[in-house]
């Protein structure tokens, strides 16, 4: 079984910026794919940002160029970092892990997740 646990969400200014990081526990994290979502309020789930084990690294439009996920050197820990924040970035952020099959999609296990408020 993993778990996994967000932090860093909070209130920013637009402009700003923020980071998150989700731990996951479990011997088989490290070896996980693992992604962040997002859900803005009366909005579907959608997806922020992805990476392997291996290294790949997939991004959403919306975030190309502002946004940067990266995993520790263990693989356990996910980070996104988040800058030029503007008031569409708000929303509650998941973190999302399970085995990589070659697709990116939602995988089994998630955190509670984190909110970050954009606003002035």
């Known amino acids: 079984q993993v778990q996994l646990v967000e932090s860093g969400g909070g209130l920013v200014q637009p402009g700003g910026s923020l980071g998150l990081s989700c731990e996951a526990s479990g011997s088989s994290a490290r070896f996980f794919a693992m992604a962040w979502y997002r859900q803005a309020p009366g909005k579907q789930r959608e997806l922020v940002a992805h990476?392997?084990?291996?290294?790949?690294?997939d991004y959403a439009d919306f975030v190309k160029g502002r946004f940067s996920i990266s995993r520790d050197n263990a693989g356990s820990i996910l980070y996104l970092q988040m800058r030029s924040l503007n008031s569409e970035d708000t929303a509650v952020y998941y973190c999302?892990?399970?085995?990589?099959?070659?697709?990116?999609?939602?995988?089994?296990?998630w955190g509670q997740g984190t909110q970050v408020t954009v606003s002035s």
């Open positions: 990476s392997t084990a291996n290294g790949r690294q």
């Open positions: 999302n892990a399970g085995p990589w099959t070659g697709t990116v999609r939602e995988y089994q296990f």
